[in-house]
């Protein structure tokens, strides 16, 4: 019994010392790994620095590889390369003149570089936005460029070539992108609140969740743009991956929005937020725009029985089937042909209008003038 008692205790004393023995490989092997970590990191940042291109792109894609690499440096890689943007595309003092204005060219092979890394990154709720905030790519060709998950409020792209660019998730708050060329661009789930769009070509595009709230789009054409119902719907990206995504996609909404001498012309935006806008000689003939809210909530003491004259606007032959036009003073507006059908136009001041052709089948007109 004691020789077996014996051989127990050995077999047990092996076990532990082939246990610790493995406990510490592990611990130099993770040490080892980490010390590797450490000498990449240290020689991507490094690259970062070089005057040559070639190595910047090898430190940006070797940051790209680290990220993947470690979940638990991902935040801290995303915000080196958003600085590195950052500080490669400031714009230029306003004084400054434009040099070959009229030539739209791409970005720097770098920052561009850098920005589909940003973009392709996925995201969730311990994962924000990129800040890329203020960055300045005037005057550029970002033609078909896809911008995902980035904060790019405040940044400059006006008069850019942006034809069939996406933009997924993004901010472009307060953002400038005056005449920019967007015509067959995607906006899924963006805030754009009071962004700068004056003269933008935003034709043939698709807008699906996004907000243009207090934004400025003077003579911006939006001609034949649409929703897409098949965008995404609460799979989409939003703006905001910080916080829980909405049960169901978000309104696209110009709410409050400068619409003066805009073109929505064969758009189809049904149940869209145009309340509260300003629609001076905006153009919406033959749009689909069925529940689409154009009402006016006065702000109380301002003297007036209706929201401000929407002076030369056209709804001519359009679809506003349901659509809310409460408050508005409409003697200005042409609706010869739309169907206003079951429409909200209560309050309305409809005096002098003409209604030829005009279908007005369930449409409520109490406290209207006519």
């Not at 991507?44 to 440096?73: F, N, P, T, W």
């Not at 739209?104 to 969730?124: E, F």
């Not at 032959?317 to 909200?344: E, I, K, P």
Request: aromatic letters at 6%; glycine letters at 10%.
């Amino acid at each position: 019994m004691v020789a077996t008692a014996a051989t127990g205790l050995a077999a047990v004393g092996a076990f532990y010392v082939t246990s610790r023995t493995l406990d510490a490989t592990r611990q130099q092997t993770a040490l080892n790994e980490q010390g590797q970590y450490t000498d990449r990191f240290g020689r991507a940042v490094e690259q970062l620095g070089s005057e040559k291109l070639d190595i910047r792109l090898g430190g940006i894609y070797a940051l790209e590889r680290l990220a993947k690499d470690s979940a638990r440096d991902t935040n801290t890689i995303m915000r080196l390369l958003s600085a590195y943007v950052r500080e490669n595309t400031s714009c230029p003092p306003t004084s400054t003149p434009i040099v070959n204005a009229g030539l739209a060219q791409r970005p720097p092979v770098d920052v561009a570089a850098a920005l589909t890394v940003l973009s392709a990154r996925d995201v969730g709720p311990v994962v924000p936005w990129a800040d890329v905030t203020g960055i300045c790519l005037d005057h550029r060709n970002l033609e078909t460029e896809t911008f995902a998950n980035l904060n790019l409020d405040r940044a400059s792209l006006a008069f850019s070539n942006m034809r069939g660019a996406r933009f997924r998730g993004v901010r472009l708050q307060q953002a400038n992108l005056r005449g920019a060329g967007l015509p067959a661009s995607e906006w899924l789930g963006v805030l754009a609140n009071d962004a700068q769009l004056d003269g933008a070509n935003l034709t043939f595009s698709i807008l699906h969740g996004s907000s243009f709230t207090g934004a400025s789009l003077v003579g911006a054409d939006l001609g034949a743009s649409m929703l897409d119902d098949d965008s995404g719907g609460t799979d989409a990206p939003y703006a905001d991956a910080t916080l829980p995504r909405p049960s169901a996609p978000a309104r696209l909404s110009f709410h409050d929005a400068d619409l003066t001498n805009a073109r929505f012309t064969y758009v189809r935006l049904a149940s869209a937020d145009f309340s509260n806008t300003s629609l001076n000689g905006a153009d919406f003939t033959r749009g689909k725009l069925e529940n689409t809210d154009f009402s006016f909530t006065l702000v109380v003491g301002s003297g007036s029985a209706h929201g401000p004259a929407i002076g030369n606007v056209r709804f001519d032959a359009a679809d506003l089937t349901g659509a809310s036009f409460r408050g508005r003073d409409m003697r200005q507006a042409h609706l010869v042909g739309a169907n206003l059908t079951r429409a909200d136009l209560r309050d309305t001041d409809l005096r002098g209008v003409d209604l030829r052709y005009t279908t007005l089948t369930g449409a409520n007109l109490q406290g209207a003038k006519r």
